[in-house]
């Protein structure tokens, strides 16, 4: 794992909606993965006990153990959008 995205988005998810020009440090793939995440869990904690669970979307894993590359963070974004539309894996 890439705890250095884990740290990112954590940093991300904390930043205040009133300060957009905050966001402008962060990778867009960072920022779909935020953005995603919380419209589907609704909570920071929600989406990050995702993050935290072994999924078998993930072959087991914790999904953030796959964050160490940038494709795989847009792998994550899929596999989200796969369950906002309740598509099993």
């Known amino acids: 794992m890439n705890s250095g995205f884990l740290y990112q988005l954590n940093e991300l998810l904390d930043i205040d909606d009133n300060n957009p020009a905050a966001l402008d440090r962060f990778d867009s793939a960072l920022k779909d993965l935020a953005k995603t995440g919380l419209s589907i869990f609704l909570t920071k904690e929600d989406f990050l006990n995702w993050l935290n669970t072994p999924s078998i979307d993930c072959q087991g894993r914790c999904p953030k153990d796959l964050m160490?590359?940038?494709?795989?963070?847009?792998?994550?974004?899929?596999?989200?959008?796969?369950?906002?539309?309740?598509?099993?894996?």
Do not use: E, T
């Open 68 to 89: 160490n590359r940038i494709s795989a963070i847009k792998d994550l974004i899929s596999i989200l959008k796969r369950i906002s539309h309740g598509i099993p894996y």
